[in-house]
C-alpha cells in the first residue's frame, strides 16, 4: 500500500492527480518508469516472499502505538547515507524539489531488515522499483538522492514525491520504532524541502492514496 502525503510549497505548486498527468511528457513519463514490471509474488519492492516460510502470526489486539511511542521516547538512528545513481531523473516541478512524501511498506513477513532491502534493489531489482530509503527498528538507510525521482509510486507520482518503504517488522515493539523514526524522517524530509503538511481530503489514483 502506498500513502502519499502531498504538502504545500512556496515554490513548487501543489497539483491534483489529473494536473499532474496534464503536464507529463512522453520523456517524463518514460524517464519516470521502470524497465520491467513487479513479478508476482514479491514484497513492495520486488524481493521474493518465501511462500514456505510461516508469516507472522497476527494479534486480534495491540497496544495503542501513539502512547506505546509516547511513553518509550525512542530516539532515532542516525541517517546512514549510502548514495547509489540507479536512474536519474528532476521532479516535474517548478523548483525542481518534491511536493510531498510518499511512505510505502514492503510487506515481506519473511524480511525484516533494511539493509536486505537496499540490498536488493541496489544488486539489479531497481530495474523494478526503487525508493529513497528504507527504515526498519535499527536504522534509517538513504540509498538514492532525494534531490532526484524514484521508481515506487507510478510515472506520475514519482516525478512530484519522494519516497521511503517501512521495512516489515517482526514483533510490535520493533513496529513502534519503525514507526516513529519514519514519521521523524518524514518531518525531516518536510522541513528539508521546505513543506508544510495540511488537513486533506483523499482521492484514489492509480494504485496508491492521493492527499491533496
Do not use: C
Not at 139 to 165: C, M, P, R
Not at 185 to 211: F, M
Amino acid at each position: 500500500m502506498f500513502l502519499v502525503s502531498a504538502q504545500k510549497t512556496n515554490a513548487a505548486e501543489v497539483l491534483t492527480p489529473n494536473q499532474m498527468k496534464s503536464q507529463m511528457t512522453d520523456q517524463d513519463i518514460k524517464e519516470a518508469t521502470p524497465h520491467k514490471e513487479k513479478a508476482a509474488g514479491t514484497d513492495d519492492l520486488g524481493m521474493t516472499i518465501d511462500q514456505t516460510q510461516p508469516a507472522i502470526s497476527e494479534r486480534s489486539a495491540y497496544p495503542d502505538v501513539n502512547n506505546y511511542i509516547y511513553q518509550n521516547n525512542f530516539k532515532h538512528p542516525d541517517i546512514t547515507s549510502e548514495l547509489h545513481q540507479f536512474a536519474m531523473f528532476g521532479y516535474n516541478t517548478n523548483d525542481g524539489k518534491p511536493t510531498g512524501v510518499v511512505v510505502h511498506y514492503t510487506d515481506n513477513p519473511n524480511n525484516y531488515s533494511a539493509r536486505n532491502e537496499a540490498n536488493y534493489v541496489i544488486n539489479g531489482g531497481w530495474q523494478s522499483a526503487f525508493v529513497h530509503t528504507f527504515i526498519d527498528a535499527s536504522s534509517i538507510l538513504n540509498i538514492h538522492d532525494t534531490d532526484y525521482g524514484a521508481w515506487g509510486s507510478g510515472a506520475v507520482g514519482n516525478k512530484y514525491f519522494a519516497q521511503f518503504e517501512m521495512v516489515t517488522a517482526k514483533n510490535f515493539n520493533d513496529f513502534a520504532k519503525t514507526t516513529s523514526y519514519s514519521a521523524w524522517y518524514t518531518a525531516y524530509l518536510l522541513n528539508k524541502y521546505k513543506l508544510t503538511p495540511s488537513i486533506s481530503t483523499r482521492t484514489q489514483w492509480g494504485g496508491i492514496n492521493l492527499v491533496a
